[in-house]
């Protein structure tokens, strides 16, 4: 039993000695990159100007509608009073 102890022990160190190996290769390869995409993740668009946006239609077609501006909102509670 000692033996396969030592065996396992063998093992682990191995096992953590190329951990370490590919960690310094990585962080090697890491820093050989360019970084022009600091912070940002590769799949996030690039945002060219700040529009607001009036209308959503979904892929199956269904659309929202534009929010009411608050005099238009007035109004529209008044003619429902009345």
């Known amino acids: ?12 160190k191995n096992q953590l000695s190329f951990n370490k190996m ?3 290769q990585v962080a090697q390869l890491a820093s050989s990159c ?17 529009e607001n ?5 979904t892929r199956g077609g269904k ?3 534009e929010p009411p501006f608050p005099k238009d909102a ?4 008044e003619d429902r009073n009345r």
């Not at 022009?36 to 945002?47: E, F, S, W």
């Not at 946006?53 to 239609?57: I, N």
């Open 1 to 12: 039993m000692a033996a396969q102890l030592e065996g396992f022990n063998s093992i682990i």
């Open 22 to 24: 590919i960690e310094t």
């Open 34 to 50: 360019p970084n022009v995409n600091a912070g940002k993740l590769p799949g996030q668009p690039k945002v060219t100007s700040k």
């Open 53 to 57: 946006v009036t209308t959503v239609t």
């Open 63 to 65: 659309t929202t509608q």
């Open 74 to 77: 007035e109004k529209a509670a």
